[in-house]
Antibody
Framework: EVQLVESGGGLVKPGGSLRLSCAAS????????MNWVRQAPGKGLEWVSS????????YYADSVKGRFTISRDNAKNSLYLQMNSLRVEDTAVYYC????????????WGQGALVTVSS | EIVLTQSPATLSLSPGERATLSCRAS??????LAWYQQKPGQAPRLLIY???NRATGIPARFSGSGSGTDFTLTISSLEPEDFAVYYC?????????FGGGTNVEIK
């Protein structure tokens, strides 16, 4: 059974940093594109970032470029999102999602990690 | 950036009725469109990928159609568990984008 479990969410002040992790199991992690998608409270879904299976290719949404860094450790079956210079508008549930190809649809999702940016 | 426009924003229907949801892309995306279902407090679930392919375990009452710029998700006969928000998403170009969602509510 495919499982994705996010951790690391919490409350942080504007300008602060946070690192999200996603632990994957039930599939060959090193073979899949992995992604972060977020959802602000009461709003729709927003793609944040994608990383290819070998970390060769990485894309970011313009809204987070230069502030967020996606990475993965295939030996640990883990995906990460380092979030720096956080803004109030980054407040959201952050989902880890598996991609079904390099230009992905998202076929499995974690339960989400809430990040709240507030003073 | 490819903009996806979903309509209607809200669809009020009764169980057993047919639901037809629309997603229009600002430029051609071939068949690179997916549909997701999201219930309150839950993560989204993939229903349809590449416009017309049902994801694993998705009931046959869900079907997708379309190509180019106009796409449709049809639920042939609404079950109580189908009342939720539905999103479309394109994978034709970066950045990946989602539509704003359609809320299918009980009439």
């Amino acid at each position: 059974e495919v499982q994705l479990v996010e951790s690391g969410g919490g409350l942080v002040k504007p300008g602060g940093s946070l690192r999200l992790s996603c632990a994957a199991s039930g599939f060959t992690f090193s073979s899949y594109t992995m992604n972060w998608v977020r959802q602000a409270p009461g709003k729709g879904l927003e793609w944040v970032s994608s990383i290819s299976s070998s970390s060769s290719y990485i894309y970011y949404a313009d809204s987070v470029k230069g502030r967020f860094t996606i990475s993965r450790d295939n030996a640990k079956n883990s995906l990460y999102l380092q979030m720096n210079s956080l803004r109030v508008e980054d407040t959201a549930v952050y989902y880890c999602a598996r991609g079904n190809s390099w230009y992905p649809h998202f076929d499995y999702w974690g339960q989400g990690a809430l990040v709240t940016v507030s003073s | 950036e490819i903009v996806l426009t979903q309509s209607p924003a809200t669809l009020s229907l009764s169980p057993g009725e047919r639901a037809t949801l629309s997603c229009r892309a600002s430029q051609s995306i071939s068949s690179y469109l997916a549909w997701y279902q999201q219930k309150p407090g839950q993560a989204p679930r993939l229903l349809i990928y590449d416009a017309s392919n049902r994801a694993t375990g998705i009931p046959a009452r869900f079907s997708g159609s379309g190509s180019g710029t106009d796409f449709t998700l049809t639920i042939s006969s609404l079950e109580p568990e189908d009342f939720a928000v539905y999103y479309c998403q394109q994978r034709s170009n970066w950045p990946l984008t989602f539509g704003g969602g359609t809320n299918v509510e009980i009439k």
